[in-house]
Structure formats: structure tokens, C-alpha cells
């Protein structure tokens, strides 16, 4: 009899978008209404959707913080998709350094970078608190060959930030970027990232189904 074959474990790291998810102080929420229900005239079930780009899980474009930046539905699929090492830097306050993630970066470092800095994600709430990447460790990633940085919290920047200095440097050495994961149950480690935007051709983000597969034995 043949023995099962192994099937890879898969991570769903977005969090769940319904109304009441969190946004930014500001941004336009998830919203949803009915424009058709099943009835005796009609079918189907048809919702209608407004929402920010920015809500749960998201690909930032470059047009997010440069005014001449592509949209979202013109950037190159390939770093959204591929080998990622998840690390692990939490509760180490406002800013990611270099110092905080520095035991699990080597020569073998993957090309996207994923870092969990929450204990368990506030799913349900806005934290003005977030943890964000220090400029100095985005630099020393992409020396390293990364071209896409991941993080568990809203923004890679200070959430009452006007500089952005982590986004202009990402714009600077045309690294992607994903927010709003959730790690929570991801062990530090290597895995296979997916994580593909929608080709939204006039946005500045897109929602996303981020998901982590495990690498073959």
C-alpha cells in the first residue's frame, strides 16, 4: 500500500475584513451592502464593496508615497511570490533594528523578509503604538538582496509619521512591501510566499490573501 503522500502545511496570515475592521485614523473602511439577494426574481446573492486598498492584509504601490510611483496593477507580480524567512522581533518597541533580527539573517537569506513583532495581532482594533522598521535595517535588507519587506502591524513606518522615511527608502531601492500580516502562529523559519495583488490599474495598494506554504522536505 502506498504510504500518503505529504501535503505542505499552509498559513493564512491576513486578517479577517468585514465592517469594524481597523484603518488608519482617516481612511475609508470596509464597508458592504446587498445589491441583490435571492429572491423569487432573482438567482443569485450580489454584494457591493467600499473600502480603503490599505484594509487588512495590502501591497502598497510605489504611487502610495510617490506622486509618480507605479499603480499597483503595473508592478511586477514576481516579489510577491517565492522563498520568505519569517522572524521573529517582538515587543522590542517602536522601531525595528537591526539588532532585534540580526540572529536570523545569513547567507541564506531569501529574497522577502517577513517580521512579526506582536505577540497576538489586534485583528479587531487600531493600534496608534504600532512597531514599524527602522530605515537602517530596510537598508541593510536590501544590501542583502531582499526585495520585499513584510510586517505584521499597519505601516512600516511610525503609525503618526510625515516623512515616511521607511516607505522613501523602499521607493528608493524599489523593494515591495506587505502590512497588516498576522504571524501570530508562524514559527520562525523559511517558506514559500503567495501573496499576489490585485491588477487594481489606478491604485495606490491592493488587498491581498497572503498565505504561507511550507517548503517541500
Known amino acids: 500500500m502506498r504510504s500518503q503522500q505529504h501535503r505542505p502545511r499552509i498559513w493564512d496570515i491576513s486578517p479577517p475584513v468585514h465592517e469594524g475592521a481597523p484603518v488608519f485614523p482617516g481612511d475609508t473602511p470596509y464597508q458592504q451592502r446587498w445589491a441583490a439577494t435571492i429572491s423569487p426574481g432573482c438567482p443569485v446573492n450580489v454584494s457591493e464593496i467600499k473600502l ?37 522581533a517582538i ?7 537591526w539588532e532585534h533580527i540580526a540572529h536570523a539573517v545569513d547567507s541564506t537569506l531569501p529574497p522577502r523578509v517577513l517580521v512579526r513583532t506582536y505577540t497576538t495581532m489586534p485583528v479587531g482594533r487600531w493600534d496608534p503604538e504600532l512597531a514599524a522598521y527602522a530605515p537602517a535595517t530596510v537598508e541593510r535588507l536590501a544590501a542583502m538582496g531582499v526585495k520585499l519587506i ?11 509619521s510625515k516623512t515616511l522615511e521607511s516607505h522613501q527608502r523602499i521607493r528608493r ?14 514559527p520562525e523559519g523559511d517558506y514559500e510566499l503567495i501573496a499576489l495583488p490585485l491588477k487594481l490599474v489606478s491604485a495606490d495598494a491592493s488587498p491581498v490573501r497572503a498565505v504561507l506554504r511550507e517548503l517541500p522536505r
Open 91 to 97: 515587543d522590542k518597541g517602536a522601531l525595528i533594528e
Open 150 to 160: 513584510g510586517i505584521d502591524t499597519a505601516s512600516i513606518d511610525p503609525a503618526d
Open 52 to 88: 480603503s486598498p490599505h484594509v487588512g492584509a495590502h501591497a502598497d504601490a510605489p504611487l502610495h508615497y510617490d506622486p509618480e510611483g507605479q499603480t499597483i496593477g503595473d508592478v511586477d507580480l514576481t516579489p510577491f511570490l517565492g522563498p520568505c524567512r519569517v522572524i521573529h
Open 173 to 186: 531601492l524599489d523593494l515591495r512591501v506587505l502590512e497588516n500580516l498576522v504571524l501570530d502562529d508562524v
